[in-house]
């Protein structure tokens, strides 16, 4: 770096008042930035290169230490029923002790981008203490191939060892994830886990965006050798990143993309795949990253001796990650661009085993369920637990939209209408049965039946209409056993299923109590309630 460009950075953290840092490290690469948290014993280097990293109690999100600074400018455009409120004087407050604690301390600058259209792009300063957090957001974001004219668009200050003080920052716990979005400055403390800052910058793309005219989406996407492409709505553990890498398709990106006019692109340069009981045989793309040197592996367990790592073992967490960067992906598209979707694909895992394998939605349909947001998880089990729970995350992202649902749904909508997009529901959860009797749908079968709805095999099939969801059902799939594309004829019981159809279809019907005033009247006609009503 030369000295005028030195200059500049080092002016810019002072007005954040960064002044007094022993050492900076000013875009460190992969490499530089591995070696440092393997020596300063931040992880340990795994077999086949990776770096395996622990969080402490922290091993996911913690969405109830998140806050967003209340002002004039966000006062009446954030959707403050999702949104916990932080006054401008707490924030202010918790900055300065934020910078008073990075006194003296060893800090890592990178200067990234996110949104692979520059049209669209983000430049994002990201300032960590540990090394692996630098490693990790080098690897989720885009490294800008010029930074002589860098200049923040928003800075977020990531400091693990720092404890908030509810009474002074008026905070819920010493952890905090704090969002100026009115002068672009996130603050996160008192958590090591690193999607903490992935998920800040998606949170504020989908504040910014919306102005522009561009969606937001909580996706993933990938493109036909034609240039078809597709986009995979699902909250995590529905199959967003194991489905959209397709060897026979070109990878966008795994988690997060943005739709304008000129078509989708990536807000990301690398990938943050969830491999708790990953397996070489059913992923492997997936799997040859977690064996390759800088992958930086979050809360896998290892043996300290033999190094070798054990994906089975979610004794720490079930959420274990791996953190790598999309060039990792063979098929990986370079530039993170693809041409307006010709399909949506939107995922659930339905523990409930009611929800057929695939469906096709009516564009109304496809707001019900886009603003619905629906999967059931089985988290916990270890614990004993029988019971699938329902979750329901509107524009399957909830804890990332800081607007009002219409605003994404008004423009998903309208974007599906303009370009004639084919959507469709595909349930990667359980079959002949709810968890604990059925079993989960078999990858191969997902696999064979999205491909049929990609590749436009699907248009000519009969199709029946679901007595509860009012959706068309594919009759038959070459490929497929027919028996599976019918879930109640999977169960033992059919009477059993029935019930726990209206189990469900009562879930649905009173979460989207919350969205009746602002849905349209088609939308509102697409509830399951309807649909057994005109039984």
Not at 12 to 26: D, F, Y
Not at 71 to 86: G, L, Q, R, V, Y
């Amino acid at each position: 770096m030369d000295i005028a460009a030195d200059a500049l950075i080092r002016s810019q953290l002072a007005e954040l008042g960064l002044t007094w840092a022993s050492r900076i490290s000013w875009n460190a690469p992969a490499a530089a930035l591995y070696q440092e948290a393997a020596a300063q014993g931040e992880g340990l280097v795994a077999e086949g290169g990776g770096l395996a990293v622990t969080t402490g109690q922290h091993t996911g999100r913690s969405p109830n230490d998140k806050f967003v600074v209340r002002d004039a400018t966000t006062e009446h455009s954030i959707w403050w029923d999702n949104n916990k409120a932080m006054s401008r004087e707490h924030f202010e407050t918790l900055r300065k002790d934020f910078m008073a604690h990075a006194r003296l301390k060893s800090l890592h600058v990178q200067d990234l981008a996110a949104g692979a259209d520059p049209a669209h792009r983000l430049s994002v300063r990201v300032v960590t203490e540990q090394a692996w957090h630098a490693l990790f957001i080098r690897h989720l974001l885009i490294v800008p191939p010029d930074l002589t004219a860098f200049t923040p668009g928003l800075t977020i200050l990531n400091l693990p060892s720092f404890r908030a003080d509810p009474a002074r920052h008026g905070t819920r716990s010493d952890t905090v994830i704090a969002l100026d979005l009115s002068n672009g400055l996130v603050l996160i403390g008192g958590t090591h886990y690193a999607g903490e800052m992935k998920k800040a910058v998606f949170t504020v793309l989908n504040y910014l965006l919306p102005a522009r005219g561009v969606m937001p989406m909580h996706c993933a996407a990938n493109a036909g050798p034609d240039g078809d492409s597709a986009v995979f709505f699902g909250l995590s553990g529905t199959g967003k990143t194991t489905l959209s890498a397709d060897p026979g398709r070109t990878l966008i990106g795994d988690d997060e993309h943005g739709w304008s006019e000129d078509g989708i692109f990536n807000f990301e340069g690398g990938c943050y795949a969830k491999v708790i009981h990953l397996s070489k045989e059913a992923e492997p793309q997936i799997h040859a990253t977690t064996q390759m040197w800088g992958t930086v592996l979050e809360n896998v367990t290892i043996d300290p001796a033999t190094r070798r790592l054990d994906f089975a073992d979610g004794s720490l967490t079930e959420n274990t990650r791996a953190a790598y960067p999309l060039t990792a992906i063979a098929n990986a598209s370079r530039t993170g661009r693809a041409a307006v979707p010709g399909t949506i694909v939107m995922l659930t895992a339905d523990a409930f085993g009611v929800l057929p394998p695939i469906a096709r939605l009516t564009p109304a349909q496809a707001m019900y369920h886009f603003l619905s947001g629906y999967t059931a998880k089985v988290a916990g089990t270890e614990r004993g637990v029988t019971e699938p729970a329902a979750t329901f995350s509107t524009c399957f992202g909830a804890p990332f939209i800081p607007r009002e649902p219409a605003v994404y749904g008004n423009l998903l909508r309208d974007l599906i209408r303009r370009h004639g997009v084919s959507c469709w529901l595909l349930n990667t959860g359980w079959t002949g049965g709810a968890y604990g009797e059925g079993h989960r749908m078999p990858i191969r079968v997902t696999r064979a039946l999205l491909r049929a709805a990609l590749e436009g095999r699907l248009d000519g099939v009969p199709m029946r209409t679901d007595p509860h969801f009012g959706f068309a059902v594919p009759k038959q799939v070459e490929g497929v056993d027919a028996s599976i594309l019918d879930p109640r004829r999977t169960w033992a019981d059919p009477a059993a299923y029935d019930a726990m159809a209206r189990r469900l279809v009562d879930m649905f019907v009173r979460n989207f109590a919350r969205f009746e005033a602002t849905a349209g009247a088609e939308v509102r006609a697409a509830s399951p309630v309807f649909q057994i009503a005109a039984e």
